[in-house]
């Protein structure tokens, strides 16, 4: 009796175990399938996927927050494109464009005169105004001086550009032969200079048209402000919120900022390599190049910047409307 009892137990375990391990490999079956199917399915999307069309824009360097922070993913959401930046300053691309040593597909400058440039040379036939900024002062909130900056503007309290002339303030610009902003600065200068009727207000603060201790890359700029290298420099109204740091707005008649002043900030002039300069508001401009990589591209991408969303993006970084500016053409 106890035999045949062992014997069905037996028997029993071994069929259940049997069951046990069909189910289990029943269910890896399954399993693997599954993975194989997900897998094909996986690189059937790839495949079917379109990879995002590469898009050259050489841009002013004060707009690289921007462009790197919202203008990118939009455009590869809107236009299905890569947008592959070169920032620098403005002059210097226009040269690079015009010699033939960059071929980027669209162009953005900061003032007339580096698209003028471009359109000369036959690379482009036609420059859009997207957008306009103003001159400002910003201050590295770790200066000594960063508490006279704050009450600048106040009743009774001293000037910014008293403030600038202090003794051992690290003023920071760019070089105005290779960007807009180390010449737009020196115009600003020059202008508040009669504004505020100190003759010699341009000197005291800059020294020299190009003194080499106080010209940076313009990338730097903003960064040496932050690290406190720096007391205070010269900025477009753009850039200085983009880092968290202060700064000092500046009266209409010297911010260049006002397109309906244009003639009144024509009177401020520089000599640079024998060639008289003017200011000019400081108003964005966009092209498509002729010679673009990808021309149907570049076309709608300069389209897509006159649209709302890109308005909405520009109006976010702190980039005022064009305006009255018109587009530039040969």
């Known amino acids: 009796m106890i035999v045949a009892y062992a014997l069905a137990w037996w028997h029993n375990d071994r069929a259940m175990k049997t069951a046990k391990v069909t189910r289990l490999m029943a269910l890896a079956k399954v399993v693997a399938l599954a993975v194989v199917m997900l897998t094909i399915a996986g690189v ?41 930046g070169r920032a620098q300053g403005s002059t210097g691309l226009a040269k690079m464009i015009a010699a033939g040593s960059i071929r980027p597909d669209v162009f953005i400058s900061v003032t007339p005169g580096p698209m003028r440039l471009v359109i000369a040379a036959g690379k482009a036939a036609r420059a859009i105004p997207i957008a306009r900024t103003e001159m ?46 180390g010449l737009n600065i020196i115009f600003t200068m020059q202008l508040a200079a009669a504004y505020y009727h100190q003759p010699d207000l341009a000197e005291k603060i800059m020294g020299t048209q190009i003194n080499p201790h106080q010209i940076f890359m313009e990338p730097q700029l903003m960064a040496r ?35 309906a002043m244009e003639s009144a900030y024509k009177k401020a002039t520089v000599t640079l390599n024998g060639r008289i300069l003017h200011s000019e508001p400081l108003t964005f401009y966009a092209a498509a190049m002729k010679d673009a990589p990808q021309p149907e591209l570049a076309v709608r991408f300069v389209t897509w910047l006159q649209g709302s969303a890109a308005r909405a993006i520009l109006a976010k970084y702190h980039y005022d409307d064009a305006g009255d500016a018109r587009p530039l053409a040969p």
């Open 44 to 84: 059937r999307l790839v495949q079917s996927a379109d990879p995002l069309t590469p898009l050259q824009v050489a841009y002013a360097g004060s707009m690289g927050s921007m462009m790197d922070g919202a203008i990118r993913p939009a455009v590869a959401q809107a236009l299905e494109a890569d947008l592959r």
């Open 225 to 259: 402000l932050q690290a406190g290298q720096l007391d205070a420099s010269s900025a477009y109204r753009t850039q200085p919120d983009s880092f968290g740091l202060p700064f000092v707005t500046l009266p209409g008649a010297i911010n260049l900022g006002d397109a």
């Open 136 to 181: 400002v002062i910003a201050y590295s909130p770790k200066s000594q001086f960063a508490a006279e900056f704050a009450k600048s503007g106040g009743a009774g309290a001293k000037p910014w550009w008293q403030i600038l002339q202090s003794p051992g303030l690290r003023f920071g610009r760019t070089d105005p032969n290779t960007d807009p902003s």
